[in-house]
């Protein structure tokens, strides 16, 4: 991890060192360089983004450095339901393809009997089992959600795009959200 920092920190310095120079290598006034990792720390836009119909988010736990790529998708039938009817369909980045390296897992359901809870149902024609680590980490971080309860070295990272349209997020607040403006009228 301190590592992964030094580097970080290290090409944060560097971009902002090549964008104060101009071409004779002369210091020039220039805004400050903002890297942005596109976290979510509140539980509730956690919920809200990951809830959103169509997310895709990493869960990292920073002790470990170890991660999981998830998708969410709300199926295209189930799109306009109300909300107490919708299933979300959940997939795991097995590849080194971002896009499109995903495996499905499983379904999450709205709890009926204590809504809005949800709970996750593994499927039995996953090719991924429940033991997996990907899966309980996935089952666990589900169960600290609705305690409202994520450990400080438990962090959420969005992929800078819309968690319901899968736009690309441009207006800052939308990045820190995970949600565009428009979607964010109709989410919750």
Not at 142 to 158: C, R, T, W
Request: glycine letters at 6%.
């Amino acid at each position: 991890m301190e590592t992964m920092l030094k580097d970080a920190n290290d090409l944060r310095d560097e971009l902002a060192n090549l964008a104060t120079k101009d071409d004779e290598g002369d210091n020039v006034a220039v805004a400050p360089v903002r890297i942005s990792r596109h976290t979510i720390s509140e539980i509730k836009d956690i919920i809200k983004f990951m809830y959103a119909g169509n997310s895709t988010f990493t869960i990292q736990n920073t002790e470990t450095c170890n991660r999981f790529t998830y998708k969410l998708q709300v199926p295209q039938n189930k799109r306009n339901a109300p909300e107490h009817e919708k299933v979300w369909f959940v997939k795991v980045m097995t590849g080194s393809n971002n896009e499109g390296d995903y495996q499905f897992v499983g379904t999450i359901f709205n709890d009926q009997n204590k809504y809005p809870n949800k709970y996750y149902r593994h499927s039995a024609k996953s090719r991924i089992t429940n033991q997996a680590q990907s899966v309980k980490v996935f089952q666990w971080f589900l169960k600290a959600l609705q305690a409202n309860n994520i450990p400080s070295q438990v962090e959420f990272y969005h992929e800078g795009r819309c968690g319901r349209c899968g736009r690309k997020l441009t207006v800052p607040e939308s990045i820190i959200d995970g949600i565009g403006p428009e979607c964010a009228k109709m989410v919750f």
